[in-house]
T-cell receptor, first 114, second 111 residues
Framework: NAGVTQTPKFQVLKTGQSMTLQCAQD?????MYWYRQDPGMGLRLIYY???????DKGEVPNGYNVSRLNKREFSLRLESAAPSQTSVYFC?????????????FGPGTRLTVL | SQQGEEDPQALSIQEGENATMNCSYK?????LQWYRQNSGRGLVHLIL?????REKHSGRLRVTLDTSKKSSSLLITASRAADTASYFC???????????FGTGTQLKVEL
């Protein structure tokens, strides 16, 4: 099992460009999450999907959109990148038994917006 | 906003010593979880303690939870250089549906 995979690992964008971060999990989990991690800030939730077909905003959703393509895949899109979106992005998944379960994280995507 | 706050922010110890990290939170919780993050990597779940539990062990890890003080501690015994990492507490607020992370403790274990 690969667990949670993310692509790409690194990305550099210019202000105003768009891109999609991809995430997939092979653990048959219901819930998937997108976080960003900035120095000294811990992890902040951008969007989550409690189950296939549903998505909800987290703490910092502005400037992002998500798609839960199927049970395995959850993508994060930046429509018009801004320097404030420079961060490390983590995808996570959880829960075959309930929504309070531990979360499994991918290796992250380091995004720099110039 | 941050639900959990870890203390200390940074900790440096010698191999073989014990390391203790503390986490305080603001609201009632369903459970509290501890995660480890090695430099440049994703987070790895260490242990989950439910609101009706007071202590939990997993290998060299011991977690305590005091809901009256809204605090938890993570003890790593007989630390190793490989324990060098950042450690985060995360809470599921009671009635909530999102895990909220603290800002982490950076642990350095020196040979």
């Amino acid at each position: 099992n690969a667990g949670v995979t993310q692509t790409p690992k690194f990305q550099v964008l210019k202000t105003g460009q768009s891109m999609t971060l991809q995430c997939a999990q092979d653990m048959n989990h219901n819930s998937m999450y997108w976080y960003r991690q900035d120095p000294g800030m811990g992890l902040r939730l951008i969007y989550y999907s409690a189950s296939e077909g549903t998505t909800d905003k987290g703490e910092v959703p502005n400037g992002y959109n998500v798609s839960r393509l199927n049970k395995r895949e959850f993508s994060l899109r930046l429509e018009s990148a801004a320097p404030s979106q420079t961060s490390v992005y983590f995808c996570a998944s959880s829960g075959t038994s309930g929504r309070f379960d531990e979360q499994f994280f991918g290796p992250g995507t380091r995004l720099t917006v110039l | 906003s941050q639900q959990g706050e870890e203390d200390p922010q940074a900790l440096s110890i010698q191999e073989g010593e014990n390391a203790t990290m503390n986490c305080s939170y603001k609201t009632s919780i369903n459970n509290l979880q501890w995660y480890r993050q090695n430099s440049g990597r994703g987070l790895v779940h260490l242990i989950l303690i439910r609101s009706n539990e007071r202590e939990k062990h997993s290998g060299r890890l011991r977690v305590t939870l005091d809901t009256s003080k809204k605090s938890s501690s993570l003890l790593i015994t007989a630390s190793r250089a490989a324990d060098t990492a950042s450690y985060f507490c995360a809470t599921f607020p009671g009635g909530g549906n999102k895990l909220t992370f603290g800002t982490g403790t950076q642990l350095k274990v020196e040979l």
